[in-house]
Each structure stands twice: as C-alpha cells, then as structure tokens.
C-alpha cells in the first residue's frame, strides 16, 4: 500500500515512511492509493475479536511495509486491559473500548480508558510504540511537533514519555485549556518533553507546526515528526474503534448504525469516513460542533468559511475550539473525486481568505453538492446552555456522567439520528478534565483516578511564546542536542 498527498504533488511513500514524515512536502495531507475494502467474509470473522486482533486486522490493510509478526506484536503490546483501565468502576476494561448502553438502540462507545482520559490515548499510544519501532530500525531520532487545545498534548506525552530518541515540543493555546489539562501536560518533568504555550488559540500553533514542516530543510536537518492527526498513522488507528463499536451495538454485519462524533480537527470523524469508505455499514455520520460551528456550517449549506482567531470562541467545551480543522482537507479531497489540483485551488482559497464574512470556498449547487450526501453526514451544534443539560439529564436519567465534548455529541446526535439506525455516540474524554464545568452542572466533583489526586498543586514547566515561527524553530533548535 503507497499513501498519496491530497495536493497531488508528493511522491507516493510507504506507511514507515509517511509515519515519521507528517506534513506531505507539497503540504498536503497523507491518505492511501485506495481504501482497502473489506469483505463480508472479512467482516463475519471479525465480529468476535478482541480489540487487539480487529486492531491488527484493520492496520494490516495500511502498514503493509511492517512484517505481520512484528504489528501484531506491536498491537498485542499496545491494547491491554493495563493500559485502558481508567474510565468508570462497572467498565469492562477488557473490551478496550466497552459499549455502554443508555436505552435500546443508544450507546456510548467508551474511549477515555487510557492513561490520559481521553480518546487521543487510543492512537496515540500504538504511535508511541510504532514510532520507536521504526527508529530502532533506522537508528534515528525524532523530533515531535505538535499542536494541542487539550487532549492531544498530554496523550503524546505520556505515549512518548521515556522513549528512546523521541523528543516532544508540543504547543498549547495559553490559558485556554481546563485546569486538568494543563497540569497534565506541564506537570511532566522529563528532560524528552517540552510544553510552549502560545499567545493565541489552538488554530495559530497548528499553523506553526505547518509553518516548520513546510520548510523542508529545517524539517530535514532538525529531524521534525509530527503526533496530530496530521499523521497518518494516528488516523489509521482510529478507524479501529469504529469497527469494534459496530459489532458491540448490532447482532449482525446486515444491520448499519449511526456514529457521533464530537468534532474539532475532524481527525475522529475522519476515521469513520473512512471506515464507511472500507465497506463499514455505516448509515450516518453525525458531526457534532460547539460554539465554533465551521464544519456545522458547511456540511448545512456548502459553505466553507474557516474563522480568524477573534471570531473563534474560547468555550466549555475547549477542546474543540478550533476554526480550521486540518483534517477537513482529507475528506474533501474524496469529495472532489480526489482531485489534488481543486484542492490546491481551494486550500489556496483557504490560506489567502482574509475575512470570515465571505466563504474560502462553496459548493452549493456544484456537482460536489450532489456527491456529499452519498458519504452520509449530518451535522448539528451544541452551546454552553446545551451541553450543562445534557450533562444533567444523562446525570440523572442514567447515572452517567460524560464530559462536555461528550455532551455535546450526544445532544446532537439525539437530534440528528435517522429513525431506525441505532445511534452509537463517542465518548471523547472523561468529565475528570473538565471539573470547572461538571460542577456548573451538577454541582458535585467527578471522580478522578487515584494517580491523578492533586496534579493541579505540582509544580508547572512551560515556555509562553507568542505565535512565531522564528521563535519556536530558535526553541527547538537549543533544545536539540548536537
Ligand atoms: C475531548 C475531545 N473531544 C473532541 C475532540 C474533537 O476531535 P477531532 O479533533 O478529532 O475532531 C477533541 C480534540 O480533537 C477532544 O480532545
Ligand atoms: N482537540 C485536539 C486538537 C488536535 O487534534 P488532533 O487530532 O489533530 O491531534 C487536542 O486535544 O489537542
């Protein structure tokens, strides 16, 4: 299998390759020749796996460079009960990725089992794992760069923590992220991890990690990787779960379901496009925004209008603050027919649009608009109001408690389902991260894992940084040995 850039101007690569390369070089984003397809055989012998082994089934279809002994190894490793066992006292961890069940024909898929208490744990610790596979291989280093408005950062830093020749520079929006997550992020001490907290919202430090990969020979000489959904691989690893959901919620392959996903990045939902694209029975996709509604908008009326920094709001749900989903660009390239010089017209668009009150681009009419309901999207938005109720009634009608990004998919994806498809929504972190807003809602504290007692009283290590590229590549440069 050979991965191509969505701006059609890369050389084709190999999975090992494109795993420690991030950004295309034509800055485009990595995706496969083709979607491998699965069969009905395939999928009948899958639906009783355990999640290691859908999780070889699944990866061995992309990382077709890696020998089979050696992923299964990795994925052996990587999805234990040891490791996904932070989520609630009746979770059955053994699941990796239990299924909890609201009512019939509505569920929570759990993802926040992991060390970190959110759903970026189940990528990014098999990138943890395959990442130090291929430098061992190639007796290299790596330098990681990566963006974050919560979650991603201290996923990647607790996968990389430790790892031979892997060092982390991972940017955060300053102030903007919860209590929790700051401190599980700049809490850490380990001389491999660098926290730099930016001036600014999460969209301007993903514009510098793509500001540093884009100059190819600092890229080259400083050796930069990158752990966000830029990479390929974290995708790929994604696309698991949405496997392991559907068999947990159907009895058989006839039946198709409808996922929610809270969106941001739109690296979550990316994966289950692609899992529908594989052969998946998936009858809906529901993208669920806060506040910051770009995708909502787009997926309503075509139009794709990606907001400047002061139109981007700093909410409850602050892990999905972000105007400029990076992911998006992977989608619309299907969309297009996979045409890599329309999306280089419209990313040109997108770089070059100035003001938030006209759209980058709009296909309203066009023969993408036709195309878009075949890859089966809905999509709705959740305010602060939203989420707080949402938060109560799952409190009280279930004696569930979910987190505010949770929340919000599951309002819109109540709202959105098509009748008849059972609606599976993703849970995307546990409400120990968000206690600001939890006791807004409920007026109690949720509970946290015992290792987590207290992590906001340690002591902080973290550079503020205003949004420049000079700076950060000055930072980076010092703090790599020669
Ligand atoms: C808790 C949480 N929910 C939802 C999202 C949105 O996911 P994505 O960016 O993959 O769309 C994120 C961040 O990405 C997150 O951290
Ligand atoms: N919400 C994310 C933003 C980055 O998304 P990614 O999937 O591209 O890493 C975060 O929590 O950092």
């Given at each position: 299998m050979k991965y191509i850039s969505t701006r059609g101007q890369s050389p084709a690569k190999t999975f090992t390759e494109i795993l420690l390369a991030g950004l295309a070089p034509d800055g485009g984003l990595y995706l496969p020749e083709e979607y491998p397809q699965v069969t009905r055989a395939e999928l009948d012998a899958w639906r009783t796996l355990s999640y290691a082994d859908l999780a070889y089934a699944v990866l061995s279809k992309f990382a077709t460079d890696i020998p089979a002994a050696d992923l299964q190894a990795i994925v052996a490793r990587t999805y234990t009960a040891d490791i996904y066992n932070n989520g609630r006292a009746d979770s059955d961890f053994s699941q990796i990725t239990p299924l909890r069940t609201l009512v019939p024909g509505v569920h929570i898929l759990e993802l926040s089992n992991g060390p970190t208490l959110a759903f970026k744990d189940m990528a990014m610790q098999l990138l943890g794992n395959l990442f130090e596979y291929a430098l061992d291989k190639q007796h290299q280093e790596l330098n990681i760069l990566g963006a974050t408005s919560g979650d991603t950062g201290s996923a990647a830093e607790y996968a990389m923590?430790?790892?031979?020749g892997i060092r982390v520079f991972m940017l955060s929006p300053n102030g903007k992220m919860s209590a929790f997550q700051r401190a599980q992020m700049y809490s850490l001490q380990d001389e491999n991890i660098h926290n730099i907290a930016i001036n600014g919202m999460f969209d301007d430090a993903q514009d510098m990690v793509k500001a540093v990969s884009n100059d190819h020979a600092y890229k080259a000489a400083h050796k930069i990787g990158t752990v966000n959904s830029i990479n390929w691989g974290r995708v790929s690893a994604q696309i698991v779960y949405y496997f392991k959901g559907y068999f947990a919620a159907t009895?058989?392959?006839d039946e198709q379901v409808a996922f929610s996903v809270p969106s941001g990045n739109f690296g979550n939902i990316c994966a289950g496009h692609i899992a529908r694209m594989m052969g998946l029975p998936i009858g809906q996709l529901i993208l669920a925004t806060n506040e910051n509604d770009v995708l909502d908008e787009f997926f309503r009326t075509g139009a794709y209008r990606p907001r400047g920094t002061d139109h981007t709001y700093q909410t409850s749900?602050?892990?999905?603050?972000?105007?400029?989903?990076?992911?998006?660009e992977r989608f619309v390239y299907d969309l297009v027919g996979r045409d890599g010089e329309k999306v280089r017209e419209f990313w040109s668009r997108v770089d070059a649009a100035s003001s938030t009150d006209t759209a980058a681009f709009d296909i309203k009419g066009s023969d993408c608009w036709h195309e878009l309901a075949k890859f089966k999207f809905s999509s709705g938005k959740s305010t602060h109001l939203d989420r707080l109720k949402t938060i109560r009634e799952l409190w009280e009608e279930y004696g569930v408690m979910v987190d505010p990004h949770t929340a919000d998919g599951l309002k819109v994806g109540l709202e959105q389902r098509r009748p008849g498809l059972p609606l599976i929504c993703l849970?995307?972190?546990?409400p120990a991260k968000f206690e600001e807003t939890i006791v807004e809602a409920l007026g109690r504290k949720p509970e946290r894992p015992e290792s987590m007692m207290g992590i906001e009283e340690l002591p902080q290590k973290v550079e503020v940084m205003d949004a420049d590229v000079m700076q950060l590549k000055a930072f980076i440069s010092a703090h790599i040995p020669n």
């Open positions: 923590r430790g790892k031979r009895q058989s392959n749900s602050p892990s999905m603050d972000i105007s400029k989903a990076s992911n998006f849970e995307t972190a546990l």
